[in-house]
């Protein structure tokens, strides 16, 4: 039987207390094969994701799951919990390592946390938009051994897929230079690098999970946030924080992580299917991508956010200086030189 979504969700503030009482979505259990038969090899596996129901990636991720089922004869499905159900990014990528969940989206940010070298793609101004992005991250030749460089956590990044060109947004008055983020509390992701970078942009720092962004805007523990224009919508930000800033200091990417020892139990054909059935995901979210910024600028324009193009060589300019701090090693300077050169 399916487990109903709501036991999870109801459990997910201690989400690993949840999933040891939880454990075993991946085991054989006839009732989850997509046809219903008792085939006694059907595995049915959870996928973490932090976004909305009506994300792209959410929406994109549930197709992969079905089709995944129908092109292995149910013997792999997946089950996608939106909304931080099965926790908030960091937790959800511990819950991989440990093998309770099985699937996570989790940002770049998160990646650098476990792995350094990872930090090369959250770095502001290394993509110069979302097709490089997608290039860069999608090509083994440039990501070269950084994917299984958690294996040994077993934690196999499978892939990425752009999370948007990110906007500041704030609640009081438009942005329009770095001086206007003096004294702000502007949320990031919880990495050195993100604190740094708003840091360099003038602001300072609030490093916190997704989901707490709305109550911490709404309450004014933060002054201001920031995230392309589909998250600001789907999160709700713009009804508590009006002014949306085309300050572009940064693409985010997010990959899909998956526990390495479950992929390396599906059979070889299964593991063809799944790279298909992923390749195929990519294109679906990208062809849903564009129009989910313009829906989100029309939403928030409907109801009242005032979007600005503010000074954006001198967020640039201030920016320039992190690539130079945050890079330490020759494995991060070639994937950054790789990265910059697909771009040319
Ligand atoms: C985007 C991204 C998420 C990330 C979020 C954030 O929405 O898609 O993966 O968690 O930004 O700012 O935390």
Redesign the pocket.
């Known amino acids: 039987m399916r487990r109903p979504t709501i036991i999870l969700a109801a459990l997910a503030g201690s989400a690993t207390l949840a999933l040891a009482a939880c454990s075993g979505a991946t085991e054989s259990d006839p009732a989850d094969s997509a046809s219903g038969e008792s085939s006694g090899e059907s595995q049915t596996l959870r996928l973490a ?3 909305t129901e009506d ?1 792209p ?1 959410t929406i994109a991720l549930t197709a992969f799951g079905e089709r995944l089922a129908a092109a292995t004869d149910g013997r792999w499905s997946i089950d996608v919990f939106p909304n931080e159900q099965l926790g ?2 960091a937790e959800a990528l511990q819950l991989v390592s440990d093998g309770a969940v099985d699937l996570a ?3 770049g ?2 990646l650098e946390n476990l792995n350094k070298d990872f930090v090369v793609f959250n770095l502001p101004g290394v993509f110069k938009d979302d097709a490089h992005e997608m290039a860069v991250v999608n090509d083994p030749a440039i990501t070269g051994d950084l994917y299984k460089s958690l294996e040994d956590q077993q934690i196999t990044v499978y892939g990425g897929f752009t ?2 060109m ?1 906007g500041v947004y704030t609640a009081e008055g438009p942005i329009m230079v770095p001086a206007d983020l003096d004294g702000m509390k502007i ?3 919880e990495t050195d690098t993100m604190v740094r970078m708003i840091e360099l942009m003038g602001g300072k720092a609030t490093p916190m ?2 989901g707490e ?1 709305y109550t911490a805007l709404q309450s004014g523990v933060i002054d201001g ?4 224009e ?2 600001y919508t789907t ?1 709700k930000h713009n009804e508590v924080a009006k002014y949306y800033s085309y300050t572009n200091h940064l693409i ?1 990417t ?1 990959y899909l992580v998956i526990n390495t020892e479950l992929m390396a139990s599906m059979s070889a054909e299964d593991q063809e299917i799944f790279r298909a059935e992923w390749e195929t995901t990519l294109e679906e979210y990208m062809a849903m991508w564009g129009q989910s910024i313009d829906d989100a600028i029309a939403e928030a324009e409907a109801t009242g956010t005032i979007f600005t193009i503010p000074d954006q060589a001198a967020f640039a300019e201030a920016l320039a200086p992190l690539a130079a701090e945050t890079i330490t090693n020759d494995v991060q300077q070639k994937l950054y030189d790789d990265a910059i050169a697909a771009g040319k």
């Open positions: 994701i932090n976004q994300y990636s908030a990014q989206i989790v940002a940010p998160q999370a948007g990110r949320r990031v992701q999970a997704f962004v946030a920031e995230n392309a589909p998250s999160q985010n997010d």
